[in-house]
């Protein structure tokens, strides 16, 4: 196994950097998607003379689009790759390996948008009419594809699908969540897009009112569709691991509220949207889309939540869990050890008390840091802080049936040890001297509740309905896990 | 090591590191034009404010930019972007080919690395800040500062991705540095290699320049095209023995293994490919004592000479960066990754879209051709 340097974030948990950057990133970029296509609507109109003032209007708008989502949508693109690799270069890795010719095709398509965009931007005005509607149609067409190309990727880390079986890169790519995602998203770029219209036709669109009003009408057809996004976002759910599912909806309060928070976002803009064509000589202003469009920034939000979240305790399903541990190599390092090859020292080595506890620190910086930190956002410490030492032995021992959204304990007994202790001197105020532990008892008896969970991922254990927490209710869901397996 | 590159290696690296170099190659020239252009556009505000200093009264307003500064002003946020997309397809081709080393010296540099995209982020709005009608209203010293920023975000882009290329290759380091805490990753190298494409880019920036002169010739006013002629041949030949200067220079700072391997036949025939492109740009540059110069036979063939230029130096940097890793575990990762489907999708995209992106340009050359 490959090791990496990990960082100490301090309160902050991983999770919420990348999870920050990939809010804004996809709101842009859907943006420029979906403004794409709302230009070559509004380009249409000029053509054909239905709207007076829609050439005036694409001018401002694609300049908008530049100046916000073009550049900024690409920096902040390649921020996410880079937030990935400090994330978790194992997941980013094994992507990388998988999809590197889905991304480099995907590239291919950013070039087009970039001189398709610049083109229309410089020369839209010296342009004839065809080649207006051309350059537009390639830079909406390369906008969408990079949609197409990424969502294979993204969708493949929740549901591999057969990818799992024989290791086919299409089989990966259409994964059972890639249409009803790419759809939702589709939808979400026109409904964006749409609102950001609005906005700038109040800005910067033409000066009598009811020629801005004849455009906004226009622009608020793009809103339409949202009325599909219970459908697909339905059947996205329903393409998506019932464990996965169970999170989102009730299983975790945190994901639950974003889901919620997703949902009733895009619910009111779509009210509104509906009010708003239901009523003849309707009018946005610039103040209410701007309000209508921090409304679909949450729901992007939300949605962006919901779905890094739903992945837990997997970055890839059912290959790597979100602490860069293959499932595969769990069972090798309950012997051998979480830590053993791990060039890197620990930055604070001095100020720990004994070698257990630096242990203990490495154990944590390897298999929890990604989710937890010691103190603070979901600090360990303070989850801990009320348990007896056994309960603390046999919660992270049994880690996976402790919350079926982590990960399995991926270390020998005296890790789980380590770890306990260096909780436990934590939380006394990290005194100066603390003795280290070696009760062969206390460490047959971790062994013990390792061997009861084994490796069975936690999804699975719960699956089988062994969240009791009797050995016998346990005993009884491995035993049906184990020969449904078969 | 004993072939000529990239023949000498397993074909799957081999296949990845010829896709490496070339987009690599394309990726220089766009940020080889941002980094001398900022630079450039920094130097004329300069200019243009110790004129105002030197000649106040009326006179002092009509103190301006050249033609060059205002080709430059006005593509500079183009070939950013153009920059940073093309960046993306060497950074992914760069992941398959060294993954350890490239994510490792990035995990450890950490917020310094990552500082780049802020950078650039604020690099492009003052880029358009500093053409805004507000900003002129203020007089030329904000004009100036926001170009002064430009190119110091820059510089530290630059300086952010040479760093973190030399960390990748001290595997030896990685430790020590990061148990330090340590932000500054301080490597000699970093001065030659860093010379090296700062120089160069001069070059590869004056004849980007030279071919949009040249294409827009009959709008420009005679006087103002000498001038800038003559300008892009002084950046131009300056550039060129600035970099075979730094060239050399790099060659003598390296380690032997190192230098024996640009030394060998798998890198020697590039080596000396940097300096006969380099030879054919000069020659084609000296003569440049005015805009009817830039014809196009000559910039076609200081093309080729920058061609090949930059294709040698790419294959050059990539040999000292494969002396310092290893090799036989790399091939077996690299055998891996090939191993998956997609390639043909990718070639008929990359055809497709080139087709597509020629057509763009086409299409808007043919239609602004009659307004000139
Ligand atoms: C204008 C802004 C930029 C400047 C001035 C710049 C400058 C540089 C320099 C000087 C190097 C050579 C480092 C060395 O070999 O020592 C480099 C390498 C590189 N840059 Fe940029 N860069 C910029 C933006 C970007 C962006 C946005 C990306 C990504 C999309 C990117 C991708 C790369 C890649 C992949 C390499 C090769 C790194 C390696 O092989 O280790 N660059 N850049």
Redesign the pocket.
């Known amino acids: 196994m490959t090791f990496y340097p990990i960082q100490d974030y301090g309160p902050v948990m991983k999770g919420m950097v990348i999870g920050g950057l990939g809010i804004f990133h996809v709101f842009l970029a859907q943006m420029a998607i979906g403004g794409g296509m709302i230009l070559c609507y509004f380009e249409w109109l000029r053509r054909t003379r239905r709207s007076p003032g829609a050439g005036r209007f694409i001018g401002g708008y694609f300049q908008a689009l530049v100046l916000v989502s073009f550049v900024l949508g690409a ?1 902040t693109g ?1 921020a996410m790759w880079f937030t990935s690799i400090q994330v978790s270069p194992r997941t980013i890795g094994v992507l990388v390996d998988e999809f590197h010719w889905i991304w480099a095709t995907e590239w291919t398509f950013f070039c087009v948008e970039v001189v398709a965009g610049y083109a229309f931007l410089r020369y839209h005005d010296r342009l004839s009419d065809r080649s207006r509607a051309m350059v537009l149609f390639f830079y909406a067409m390369a906008s969408w594809f990079s949609l197409f190309w990424i969502n294979g990727i993204l969708s493949f880390q929740l549901t591999p699908g057969n990818w799992l079986a024989g290791h086919s890169m299409w089989a990966g790519f259409f994964n059972p969540t890639f249409w009803p995602s790419l759809f939702y998203r589709t939808v979400a770029s026109m409904a964006i897009a749409a609102l950001a219209a609005c906005v700038v036709i109040n800005i910067a669109g033409p000066h009598e009112r009811d020629e801005r009003q004849e455009l906004i009408k226009r622009a608020v057809l793009f809103l339409a569709p949202m009325a599909l996004m219970p459908v697909f976002g339905a059947w996205f759910l329903a393409a998506m691991p019932a464990d996965s599912r169970s999170w989102a909806m009730g299983g975790n309060v945190t994901m639950t509220m974003f889901l919620g928070m997703g949902v009733g976002a895009s619910l009111l803009i779509g009210l509104y949207a509906l009010a708003a064509i239901l009523r003849p000589g309707f009018y946005i202003s610039g103040y209410t889309a701007s309000l209508l469009l921090a409304l679909a920034f949450m729901a992007s939000a939300g949605g962006e939540f919901v779905r890094e979240g739903v992945r837990k305790p997997y970055s890839i399903r059912q290959v790597m869990y979100s602490n860069s541990i293959k499932q595969d190599d769990l069972e090798r390092m309950r012997v051998t050890g979480s830590t053993i090859d791990d060039p890197y020292p620990l930055r604070d080595s001095a100020s720990y008390a004994n070698d257990q506890l630096r242990l203990g620190a490495k154990v944590y910086r390897v298999q929890c840091s990604v989710c937890h930190t010691k103190r603070g956002a979901n600090g360990l410490v303070e989850l801990t802080s009320s348990w007896t030492i056994d309960q603390k032995r046999m919660n992270i021992a049994q880690l996976q049936r402790t919350k079926p959204f982590m990960p399995p304990f991926a270390g020998p007994p005296r890790e789980v040890e380590a770890l306990v202790q260096l909780l436990g001197w934590m939380s006394a105020g990290e005194p100066a001297s603390w003795p280290e532990t070696s009760d062969p008892a206390a460490l047959a008896r971790i062994q013990g509740w390792l061997d009861l969970v084994g490796v069975t991922p936690g999804i699975e254990l719960m699956r089988t309905g062994a969240r009791d927490r009797t050995a016998a209710g346990l005993l009884h869901a491995l035993a049906t896990s184990r020969s449904e397996a078969r | 090591m004993d072939a000529l590159f990239p023949f000498g290696f397993p074909w799957p690296t081999a296949m990845y590191l010829t896709f490496y170099v070339v987009t ?1 190659a394309i ?1 220089a020239v766009f ?1 080889h034009y ?2 001398a252009g900022a630079l450039v556009l920094a130097i004329g505000r300069l200019r243009v404010l110790a004129h105002r200093r030197a000649s106040r009264g009326p006179e002092a307003e009509t103190v301006s930019l050249g033609l060059l500064e205002h080709v430059v002003e006005d593509w500079l946020p183009v070939m ?1 972007g153009m ?2 997309t093309a ?2 397809a ?2 992914l081709f ?1 992941q398959i080919l060294y993954k350890q080393s ?1 994510y490792t010296a990035n995990l450890l540099l950490f917020h310094r690395f990552m500082l ?1 995209l802020p950078a ?1 982020i604020v690099a492009y709005y003052m880029l358009y800040l500093q053409r805004s009608k507000k900003l002129h209203a203020w007089g030329p010293w904000p004009r100036a500062a926001a170009v002064i920023v430009v190119a110091l975000c ?1 510089g530290y ?2 300086w952010a ?2 760093e ?3 960390l ?1 290759l001290h595997r030896e380091d990685w430790g020590e540095f990061y148990g330090s805490g340590r932000w500054f990753f301080p490597d000699s190298e970093l001065w030659p ?2 010379g090296y ?1 700062i120089t160069a880019a001069f070059a590869t920036f004056a004849l980007v320049v030279g071919w949009q002169l040249a294409w827009g010739r009959r709008g420009h006013d005679p006087g103002s095209l000498d001038l800038a002629a003559r300008q892009l041949r002084l950046l131009a030949l300056l550039g060129l023995f600035a970099s075979a200067f730094e060239a050399i220079l790099w060659y003598l700072w390296l380690e032997t293994p190192a230098q024996a391997a640009l030394r060998s036949i798998l890198a020697m025939p590039y080596g000396v490919l940097v300096f006969l492109g380099i030879a054919v740009q000069t020659a084609c540059w000296l003569p440049v004592n005015g805009g009817a110069r830039l014809t196009p036979r000559r910039l076609v063939i200081a093309t080729a000479g920058a061609v090949g230029t930059m294709l040698g130096a790419v294959v050059a ?1 990539e040999v000292r960066r494969l002396v310092a890793l290893d090799l036989s575990a790399l091939e077996e990762s690299h055998r891996q990754a090939a191993r998956v489907g997609g390639m043909a999708v990718f070639l008929t995209f990359f055809l497709v879209n080139a087709l597509v992106i020629a057509a763009c340009v086409w299409i808007v050359k043919r239609d602004i051709a009659p307004a000139r």
Do not use: E, K, Q
């Open positions: 920096v390649v | 690599a990726y940020m941002t980094l950013l920059a940073i960046g993306v060497p950074l760069l490239f780049l650039l820059f882009t630059a991705w040479a973190n290329h030399l990748s290699r860093l494409t940097r």
